[in-house]
């Protein structure tokens, strides 16, 4: 136990000692949040999207559908429930929301002109207007549509916009925690890959199979040092989001601890595997980069995972670093438990065990 607490503190000193390793480490990372936050933080996308539930299921319902559709500005996704639609809604996925009751196709077919249009209920997110009112203007010009195509023109339909409040998520909110996981995948798998193998390179390891260290002893002291690292890193990362651009934990603090151990055990079994297989450090760099950069841009650090090509989506939903993303998002933006994110912890988990093998096979003191 010793030699464990001892190894857990040389390592830290380390750490603190290099300033080189706690710039690419801890300002970068908060250096790039800061410019990418200040140009796009409070940015919105271009297109809205739309949550389109059909209660009725008739020609009707799914010529509108149609028309909406042809509109590039928007982005129609089509809802099982009013339940799951709205929840959508609320989460920030869509924003708006727009329901055909059942009795549309019935009411558009028998409308007369001493009737009152039919009204289509259309949900909008409370929280953000200005997308909100310019969704309803493209849903208004869609039924606006429909109904002139009737002979004797008359508004057939006409929204019937409801407020929903809804969480009022930024760039930068959805930016934060992907820094903070970019932050874990780089301390752990290109730190530790290079920390290693320039220790066996240097003989450091070597020295230290000679005396009566134990392997799990020496592992789990570099567990324990990095652990402490991210943690700490990772809460200041978070402190500066919140004073500069007033990002919050609407989470569990416990579940996004428990997804930073997930996350900087997986990526130091991963920097484990690299350091058995280089032979040097120089090797150990750019093996580390080969797998860390792609990483970045499909794990959603940067853009959102669903916006990827569709035949990138397989190998996406595999990586690490996008059930790290999503997991610190989730917990982050909506507030979800550490329960409704099992899958994520199933798959770190995975990663974790396999890895951690994979790295008992390779791993190699001298």
Same mark, same amino acid.
């Given at each position: ?248 934990? #609407? ?6 601890? *428990? %997804?930073?151990? +997930? @996350? =900087?055990? $997986?990526?130091?079994?991963? /920097?484990? !595997? ?54 610190? #998002? ?6 979800? *438990? %550490?329960?409704? +994110? @099992? =899958?994520? $912890?199933?798959?770190?988990? /995975?990663? !974790? ?14």
């Amino acid at each position: 136990m010793k030699a464990y607490w001892q190894l857990t503190l040389a390592q830290l000193r380390i750490f603190l000692r290099n300033r080189q390793v706690l710039f690419w480490t801890l300002a970068f990372p908060i250096f790039l949040m800061v410019m990418l936050g200040s140009f796009l933080g409070n940015g919105n996308g271009m297109s809205v999207t739309i949550g389109y539930v059909d209660l009725d299921h008739s020609s009707q319902s799914k010529q509108l559908a149609g028309v909406l559709k042809k509109n590039e500005a928007i982005s129609l996704e089509k809802a099982f429930s009013k339940k799951d639609a709205l929840a959508q809604l609320k989460q920030g996925d869509v924003q708006l929301v727009v329901e055909v009751p059942k009795g549309y196709e019935k009411r558009m077919k028998d409308s007369s002109q001493n009737e009152k249009p039919f009204s289509l209920p259309v949900f909008y997110n409370e929280t953000d207007m200005a997308v909100s009112q310019i969704g309803q203007q493209l849903v208004y010009n869609a039924v606006d549509a429909v109904s002139k195509q009737k002979a004797d023109y008359k508004p057939a339909v006409v929204i019937n916009p409801k407020g929903v409040e809804a969480l009022n998520l930024r760039y930068i909110d959805f930016l934060v925690p992907g820094i903070v996981a970019m932050m874990i995948l780089s301390n752990n798998m290109n730190g530790v890959a290079g920390q290693i193998a320039s220790w066996r390179e240097r003989g450091i390891l070597r020295r230290m199979q000679g005396t009566t260290l134990k392997a799990h002893t020496f592992i789990a002291a570099q567990i324990t040092a990095r652990l402490m690292l991210n943690g700490l890193q990772a809460l200041i990362v978070l402190m500066v989001a919140r004073l500069v651009f007033d990002v919050e934990v #609407r989470g569990s603090w416990l579940t996004l601890i *428990s %997804f930073v151990i +997930l @996350g =900087t055990l $997986a990526f130091m079994a991963i /920097g484990f !595997i690299i350091a058995g297989i280089a032979k040097t450090p120089e090797s150990a760099g750019p093996i580390a980069g080969f797998l860390s950069f792609p990483m970045l841009f499909l794990g959603g650090v940067f853009f959102p995972i669903k916006n990827m090509p569709e035949f990138l989506q397989p190998i996406v939903h595999i990586l690490p670093i996008a059930h790290l993303t999503t997991a610190m #998002r989730e917990t982050m933006n909506v507030g979800a *438990s %550490f329960m409704s +994110l @099992g =899958t994520e $912890a199933l798959v770190l988990g /995975g990663w !974790i065990i396999g890895a951690f093998i994979v790295a008992s096979l390779t791993f190699k003191w001298e």
